[in-house]
Nanobody
């Protein structure tokens, strides 16, 4: 059983920054991803990182503003979020995918089999 624990959410004004962290319990997967879900909206992929090679993938809406990274020693994936906008407000979840597939790097949630409980990010204008 994989355990994922997110932290780092909070409230910030537009233009501000936050760093989310997700500590995971094992390495039986290829891809670590961040998703978000705002009230009344579908869950959407934000960023992902391939543990084996370090390749990163971003949704167009966050590219250039968000950075995903991974610390192997700490078994922690980070999401550095800069230039935050009110539309970034959502519950953010980290998730793992067992295989590096085109669907997974395309942020298909069905490719991700373990999910954390989420951490809330609120951006005020």
């Amino acid at each position: 059983q994989v355990q994922l624990v997110e932290s780092g959410g909070g409230s910030v004004q537009a233009g501000g920054s936050l760093r989310l962290s997700c500590t995971h319990s094992r390495y039986y997967y290829s891809l670590l991803g961040w998703f978000r879900q705002a009230p009344g909206k579908e869950r959407e992929g934000v960023a992902a990182i391939y543990i084996g090679g370090g390749s990163t993938y971003y949704a167009p809406s966050v590219k250039g503003r968000f950075t995903i990274s991974h610390d192997n020693a700490k078994r922690t994936v980070y999401l550095e979020m800069n230039s935050l906008k009110p539309e970034d407000t959502a519950m953010y979840y980290c998730a793992t995918a067992p295989k590096l597939t085109s669907a997974a790097i395309g942020f298909n949630p069905e490719e991700f089999n373990y999910w954390g409980q989420g951490t809330q990010v609120t951006v005020s204008s």
